[in-house]
């Protein structure tokens, strides 16, 4: 019983000398797993949440820039936008969009709402 607990503990422990039976054996049996597993065991794959990710991607900075014929329009995540009049509203849109576009005037806006009726975003028109 002695030396079954010694085999275990050098196993666990990985005390045994390169070159000897143990060693090899739990070479053999790491490279059995890395081989073997992906076969059997599931990982929780993301692969359908990647094809969905690569169709749709997120926009990275919840900002979005959309030709309107002649114009641009800008369309912001209302997170992003701070508010509750018509003047902070602009103030803020602007806060966002003059990093990316330089300095430009907002033409018009527009809250876009979802189905409930709560507001998801801001579209703002704007001129240079």
């Known amino acids: 019983m002695e030396k079954l607990w010694r085999v275990v503990k050098g196993y666990i422990f990985w005390t045994f000398e390169r070159g000897s039976f143990h060693y090899d054996v739990m070479v053999t049996l790491i490279l059995f797993f890395i081989f073997l597993a992906p076969r059997f065991v599931d990982f929780k794959d ?25 114009s641009l329009m800008y369309q912001v995540d209302a997170s992003l936008v701070e508010g509750q009049d018509d003047a902070m509203v602009r103030g803020s849109l602007l806060r966002e969009i003059t990093p990316v576009s330089g300095e430009v005037t907002i033409s018009r806006t527009e809250a876009v709402r979802d189905n409930t009726g709560h507001i998801v975003a801001y579209r703002a028109w704007v001129r240079r």
Not at 54 to 67: F, G, M, Q, W
């Open 46 to 70: 993301q692969s359908e949440l990647r094809d969905q990710l690569a169709k749709n991607p997120p926009h990275p900075t919840r900002l979005e820039v959309i030709r309107d014929g002649d």
